[in-house]
């Protein structure tokens, strides 16, 4: 099991570009989610689901967007790319939600300049 | 608002001995509790956790313990080896929503064991 993938490891935007990161992961988990890290803070939720086709917001949502069309791919999309968006960004999987184990991805590290 | 609060940036402790890593939440909702480890350059990893019904949880050299009363939580590690050297997240989570809800981190506690 590769376990949670994601890609690129690292990209460099200019404001206002857009694009897609790219997670997967092979646990046939039903639970997804993204996060983000500023430097000396803790991990943020983005954008979270529940399994095929259901998504929903978390703590801070705005500047991106979703898809959850397969069980295994969870894509983050960034439209109109900010500097404030700067961070390294964490895929998670869990087979059963709050209460159950998160298996996190290596991470992205995106600049937006 | 930080509901999940780690107070100390970092941490220096001599190998063998052991590490103590604090953590303080304000929101009562929380109900269950994890730890995780992070390295340079990777994703978290998970530690250990801990229910709100128990004030104690132990797995190996690592024991969490919880006081409910006061909102805190602790990691001890004993004896700490050079391997445990990494920053320690302390997270949150209520179940409400059916528990679907991600986990609120604290800002993390960077270890270094000193050989």
């Known amino acids: 099991n590769a376990g949670v993938t994601q890609t690129p490891k690292f990209r460099i935007l200019k404001i206002g570009q857009s694009m897609t990161l790219q997670c997967t992961q092979d646990?046939?988990?039903?639970?997804m989610y993204w996060y983000r890290q500023d430097p000396g803070m803790g991990l943020k939720l983005i954008y979270y689901?529940?399994?095929?086709?259901?998504?929903d917001k978390g703590e801070v949502p705005n500047g991106y967007n979703v898809s959850r069309s397969t069980t295994e791919d969870f894509p983050l999309r960034l439209e109109l790319a900010a500097p404030s968006q700067t961070s390294v960004y964490f895929c998670?999987?869990?087979?059963?939600?709050?209460?159950?184990?998160?298996?996190f991805g290596p991470g992205t590290r995106l600049t937006v300049l | 608002d930080q509901q999940v609060k780690q107070n100390s940036p970092s941490l220096s402790v001599q190998e063998g001995r052991i590490s103590i890593l604090n953590c303080d939440y304000t929101?009562?909702?929380?109900?269950?509790f994890l730890w995780y480890k992070k390295y340079p350059a990777e994703g978290p990893t998970f530690l250990i956790s801990?229910?709100?019904?128990?004030d104690k949880n132990e797995d190996g050299r690592f024991t969490v313990f919880l006081n409910k009363s006061a909102k805190h939580l602790s990691l001890h590690i004993v004896p700490s080896q050079p391997g445990d050297s990494a920053v320690y997240f302390c997270?949150?989570?209520?179940?409400?929503?059916?528990?679907?809800?991600?986990?609120?981190f604290g800002k993390g506690t960077h270890l270094i064991i000193q050989p």
């Open positions: 998670a999987s869990s087979l059963a939600g709050g209460r159950d184990t998160q298996y």
């Open positions: 646990m046939n988990h039903n639970y």
């Open positions: 689901s529940v399994g095929a086709g259901i998504t």
């Open positions: 929101n009562s909702m929380f109900d269950y």
């Open positions: 801990i229910s709100s019904i128990k």
């Open positions: 997270a949150a989570s209520s179940y409400s929503g059916g528990g679907a809800d991600g986990l609120t």
